[in-house]
């Protein structure tokens, strides 16, 4: 076996983080409220009075006493939803982390679209809203969930074993490989195949270990990628110009995000999602094009609530997080300390290198191909795809992230 010293560009060993949720209030505006992740107060409404758009709110309904837990929605008195109709009641709201409802309202986030709003509630609060074709957050009906846990420690040496090619008699339609990560609901890689520097054209390759590769989504122009925090596709896509989440189950697929305050996207390159919603992306120009610049290179979070905002312009590449997720690691800029709601902080470095990069669970920074992820049951096996249109495998001594 190869010693890892041979394939780390560097090592970086983090510590534990502890993360706290804000104190959510009673909403008061009529016929719902805002999308967020707070605990909720519980509290009273009544019922009574017009909503915004015709239908007359019916009945009263009391909140619960909240304890303790993050809710999806807040806010909302009762009253009708937007574009008329009636709600049965104005109480309620969904918890996802334990503890009982906050305040009610209408969803907003996620793929919702709207929707009525939650039933009385009784002791423990009512339901809130859920929309049309959503969930009662931006990362769906469960929100955010944490996708890969490190077992627990000390760790060996990292230490590969000889990289093995798969795929060799698969024909691949484009000329380069990048973005892989895996997804354990189904126990397989995914990666993208696309011309370098070209805006248009790419598939998403899916990849069971021990069997082949597969042309999971056809013409896509999709670069990096990683599993989102509801345990979907999350990808940087050039094509789109935009952040895209593909249903595993369905291969439907959503924009996540394509503008940055007034300014569109270019060509996303490379995306990491931290397990309480909040993602972290590059946004380069290589992929862009004859098409015009907008943001221009720029490292962009994403919070949970969907709202985008620069961390820092400049040249960039490959992203990845801490095993804790205490510290976003960035090739080419830095590593940044981060807060327990996921707020960038200090900058210090080395920058890690290369291109894409993997992080084992001791820490460590493996840099191998264009991009590499680790996977299997046991997070040991280590994909390697690029350059051009190689994939490998080597087994790992640690696990880690994918």
Known sequence: MLRSSQLLLSAVVIGLCACSAQSGNDGAAAGGGSTGLTTGNGGSTSGGG????????AGTGTAGQSSGGMTTTSGGNAGSVAMGGTPAG????????GGTGGTGGVSAGGMSAGGSSGAAGANTGGAGGVGAGGGGGF??????????TCPPGPYPDQMLS?????CANFAFAYNDMEGSTWIASQGAFFFSNFNFSTATGGDII?????????????????????????????????????LMEYDVT??????????VGDKMLDSPNDVIARSDGN??????LAELGNRPVGLGESLVRMDPMGNTSVIQMGNLNGVGLSPDETQLLVVSMGIWALD???????????APGGDGFAVDCAGNVLVNGTNSAFGGADGKTLLIVGGGTSVKVATATVPGLP
């Open 250 to 259: 369905t291969k439907q697929g959503r924009v996540v995000a394509s503008m």
């Open 50 to 57: 017009n909503g915004p758009n015709g239908g007359t709110a």
């Open 90 to 97: 104005g109480t309620g709201g969904t918890s996802i982390n």
């Open 340 to 350: 327990a709601d996921g707020t960038p902080g200090a900058k210090s470095g080395p």
């Open 139 to 148: 990362w769906g009906p469960n929100g955010p969930q944490k996708q890969w």
């Open 162 to 166: 000889n990289q093995m090619n798969v």
């Open 206 to 242: 899916k990849y069971t270990p021990g069997g082949d590769c597969e042309v999971w989504l056809h013409d896509v122009a999709c670069n990096g990628m990683t599993v989102s925090p509801s345990g979907n596709l999350l990808t940087a896509c050039q094509g789109p110009r935009a």
């Open 279 to 284: 993602v972290y992306f590059s946004n380069r």
